[in-house]
């Protein structure tokens, strides 16, 4: 009963505050804020104020209209502000993606806004994909944002890279996710074994893809060795062995960290020769070769 008066009387003060503040003799704010759907002749006109903004990033735009296309665009906090001089000062590129998909999809719309808010968009700290995950309840959030990215940069490239013309949305990696869950949090938890030599991601995106084509006693057998203290009860010329090995010596020359794709490269170079019982006495790997298979 106690809780709740006093939530009666805070929710009383709050609005004797709003109150007194509507009434400040202060600049009145004739603005005007609602959702709409926003489809490509709406999304054109409010473009045609587009004078004066930051260059367009073709690959948001490419970003957002497949998430659009796809039915995964929601209504977010993020509004397209107007001034009352009919200038965007935020959302082109939301609108030329409305535009591109040929979808209509809801918006909130900020009607003069002050041009003097400009300088205050987007001048936080911009979330991540891990953050992103993490709200979704995922954990090892940072760790699997990288190895989800790379998984599906391998699918489309064939490569062990990072670098995609577009890359990824924040929906698209959590699905990718969401189709093997307890695949990818195994394939981090393989790839920090090693993180002392080479980095979890690099080792983890092999250990996920190896994982699909064999058995996870060989693959988790290999992963968990990739550790200095391991190398003493391996043979000479296990393929484990001459991958840290090599790490090993690659640091000692040259203090500057092994290049990601070489790393994965060499990672599943070794793999494939310990699954297949073979010896290895020399890794070798350069960029001007083909991607390792596995």
Known sequence: MADSLYCYALGMELNTIRKEMMNMTTTKVTARIESLNVGPDLASLILEGNEGNRPIRDTRVEAYARAMAAGNWTLSDSMICISNQNKLLNGQHRLKAVIQS???VPMTIYWDCPESAYAHMDAGAKRSASDYLAHRGVQNTTNIAA??????????TGKYSMSLEVGPSFDEIHAEYAKDPDGYQQAVALGRYGKSLLSTTALGSVAYLASEKYAHKTVESFFSSIQVSKIGDMPKYDPRRTLIEYVVKSKMRNRASIPFEIQANMTAKAFLKYAQGESCQV????????TIEL
Not at 147 to 156: D, E, N
Not at 283 to 290: A, F, G, N, R
């Open 283 to 290: 890794l070798q790997w350069k960029d001007s070769e083909k």
């Open 147 to 156: 190895l989800v990215r790379l998984i599906i940069a391998y699918r489309q």
């Open 102 to 104: 040929g979808c209509t």
